[in-house]
């Protein structure tokens, strides 16, 4: 059975009400506690209450966090929650960031349990300062987990306030960010995530504010003339800036949700869809239906049916990847070739990725040719597309978009399409051998 965990958050200083990321040191440490698994959480301004907050949770471990003098982050805890031991602390790692603790030490995080849990809720409950306990417990041979990069940072002083927040800021770069996106994108959306972190604003409504823009964008550009082209096209533009901050925000404010990155995923999936109809629409109107002569049916129309339906084929096919798949709500995530491979359990196999580049090239490949390869792909990408949708609007050349835009729906159709089909086959082989998907 899995144990349940309370956490305590020492709370007992006015420091634990100062401001750090939008955030105060104990909300922050209360959100993380719950962000690692906690069923029950207290944030203690004063010790007169945890024994009897401890006797009534009814969990069966205990986690303490410091919040008086730190910042702390889901790493820090995380580890110490997902242990067995009956006594785990976190420590330093040798390469600590906060020149505060010594590698090995102590940093304001402990879980333990039984015995263990008892003779600490007393000695707190008694006054006794967190550091001796943490210390004590490392000298009986408690478990010590060091602590990830992100995790903690002291924040008594103005400077170390400012360096915790540098350091938290550094979550806000994901792994899958290209190139595009953490040059031109992330410098403007964290310069304005900066000033909505410090407000009540939730990544949710970000996200709506997003599909407002994107719904404005849409509609100046359906109209026949090039200057609301090239206005919806800026507007759209302005939407994807936007849209990077909803998640900076939730990663920095500990406010990530399954429904906001499935509001996230929704909105920009269907923005693209609706960008490519609305350029349709526009170029007809702009350059007319005799554009490319007189063939007895509007190609313009055909190629607007022929976007949408390539478009949801991608759609499709790259959610069923990663919800199925690859078990994520993030289009990054999606893993072209999957091979079949035992699982950890008899009787299981998972689906591992054959490969994480979207172009593979042999090893002598002439270094131009690899430089193509590997931004080449960013082509394709909504960062990469709204620039250049918007330059050539600027230069009155929409329909090169919308002929950019129906091309590449269709080659990701074809492309994703193939994944799918050969994916579909492995999941067969999987049934015919009676084998289990894990992921």
Same mark, same amino acid.
């Given at each position: 059975? !899995?144990?349940?965990? @309370?956490? /305590?958050?020492?709370?007992?200083?006015?420091?634990?009400?100062?401001?750090?990321?939008?955030?105060?040191?104990?909300?922050? @440490?209360?959100?993380? @506690?719950?962000?690692?698994?906690?069923?029950?959480?207290?944030?203690?301004?004063?010790?007169?209450?945890?024994?009897?907050?401890?006797?009534?949770?009814?969990?069966?471990?205990? #986690?303490?966090?410091?919040?008086?003098?730190?910042?702390?982050?889901?790493?820090?805890?995380?580890?110490?929650?997902?242990?067995?031991?009956? !006594?785990?602390?976190?420590?330093?790692?040798?390469?600590?960031?906060?020149?505060?603790?010594?590698?090995?030490?102590?940093?304001?995080?402990?879980?333990? !349990?039984?015995?263990?849990?008892?003779?600490?809720?007393?000695?707190?409950?008694?006054?006794?300062?967190?550091?001796?306990?943490?210390?004590?417990?490392?000298?009986?041979?408690?478990?010590?987990?060091?602590?990830?990069?992100?995790?903690?940072?002291?924040?008594?002083?103005?400077? &170390?306030?400012?360096?915790?927040?540098?350091?938290?800021?550094?979550?806000?770069?994901?792994?899958?960010?290209?190139?595009?996106?953490?040059?031109?994108?992330?410098?403007?959306?964290?310069?304005?995530?900066?000033?909505?972190?410090?407000?009540?604003?939730?990544?949710?409504?970000?996200?709506?504010?997003?599909?407002?823009?994107?719904?404005?964008?849409?509609?100046?550009?359906?109209?026949?003339?090039?200057?609301?082209?090239?206005?919806?096209?800026?507007?759209?533009?302005?939407?994807?800036?936007?849209?990077?901050?909803?998640?900076?925000?939730?990663?920095?404010?500990?406010?990530?949700?399954?429904?906001?990155?499935?509001?996230?995923?929704?909105?920009?999936?269907?923005?693209?869809?609706?960008?490519?109809?609305? /350029?349709?629409?526009?170029?007809?109107?702009?350059?007319?239906?005799?554009?490319?002569?007189?063939?007895?049916?509007?190609?313009?129309?055909?190629?607007?049916?022929?976007?949408?339906?390539?478009?949801?084929?991608?759609?499709?096919?790259?959610?069923?990847?990663?919800?199925?798949?690859?078990?994520?709500?993030?289009?990054?995530?999606?893993?072209?070739?999957?091979?079949?491979?035992?699982?950890?359990?008899?009787?299981?196999?998972?689906?591992?990725?054959?490969?994480?580049?979207?172009?593979? /090239?042999?090893?002598?490949?002439?270094?131009?040719?690899?430089?193509?390869?590997?931004?080449?792909?960013?082509?394709?990408?909504?960062?990469?597309?709204?620039?250049?949708?918007?330059?050539?609007?600027?230069?009155?050349?929409?329909?090169?978009?919308?002929?950019?835009?129906?091309?590449?729906?269709?080659?990701?159709?074809?492309?994703?399409?193939?994944?799918?089909?050969?994916?579909?086959?492995? #999941?067969? &082989?999987?049934?015919?051998?009676?084998?289990?998907?894990?992921?």
């Amino acid at each position: 059975m !899995r144990m349940t965990v @309370a956490a /305590l958050v020492l709370a007992d200083a006015s420091s634990a009400d100062v401001k750090v990321v939008g955030l105060t040191l104990a909300e922050r @440490a209360r959100r993380v @506690a719950v962000k690692a698994g906690a069923a029950a959480v207290l944030v203690a301004r004063d010790r007169a209450s945890i024994a009897g907050w401890w006797r009534a949770a009814g969990c069966d471990r205990l #986690l303490v966090i410091r919040a008086t003098d730190q910042l702390v982050h889901t790493p820090l805890v995380a580890p110490l929650v997902a242990s067995d031991s009956t !006594r785990a602390v976190a420590v330093a790692p040798p390469d600590a960031v906060a020149p505060d603790v010594a590698a090995g030490g102590y940093v304001g995080a402990m879980v333990v !349990r039984g015995d263990a849990a008892e003779r600490v809720i007393a000695a707190l409950a008694a006054g006794d300062d967190d550091r001796q306990l943490g210390a004590a417990l490392l000298a009986e041979g408690a478990e010590a987990i060091a602590h990830e990069r992100i995790a903690r940072h002291p924040a008594v002083t103005r400077a &170390e306030r400012q360096a915790a927040s540098a350091l938290l800021y550094e979550i806000i770069h994901k792994h899958q960010d290209n190139a595009i996106t953490r040059y031109l994108f992330r410098p403007v959306s964290i310069a304005m995530t900066r000033v909505l972190v410090r407000t009540p604003i939730t990544p949710n409504q970000v996200s709506c504010v997003t599909a407002i823009l994107v719904v404005l964008g849409c509609w100046l550009t359906a109209h026949g003339g090039m200057g609301h082209a090239i206005a919806g096209t800026a507007v759209m533009l302005a939407a994807a800036y936007v849209d990077c901050c909803d998640g900076e925000i939730a990663r920095l404010k500990l406010l990530s949700s399954k429904f906001g990155a499935w509001l996230d995923t929704v909105v920009d999936e269907l923005s693209q869809v609706a960008y490519m109809i609305a /350029l349709g629409v526009h170029v007809r109107a702009h350059f007319g239906v005799d554009y490319f002569g007189h063939h007895g049916f509007d190609p313009w129309e055909l190629a607007i049916v022929v976007g949408f339906v390539t478009y949801a084929i991608t759609i499709y096919c790259v959610y069923w990847n990663i919800v199925v798949l690859v078990g994520s709500a993030n289009s990054q995530d999606y893993v072209g070739r999957f091979e079949i491979a035992p699982g950890e359990r008899p009787g299981t196999a998972r689906l591992r990725p054959v490969t994480t580049q979207a172009i593979v /090239l042999p090893p002598d490949t002439h270094p131009v040719v690899r430089w193509l390869a590997t931004y080449a792909p960013y082509v394709v990408r909504k960062d990469f597309i709204s620039w250049g949708a918007l330059v050539l609007a600027v230069l009155h050349l929409t329909q090169v978009t919308f002929a950019l835009l129906v091309i590449g729906g269709v080659l990701s159709a074809t492309v994703v399409t193939i994944d799918h089909v050969r994916a579909r086959l492995q #999941l067969s &082989e999987l049934r015919r051998r009676e084998l289990s998907l894990v992921r």
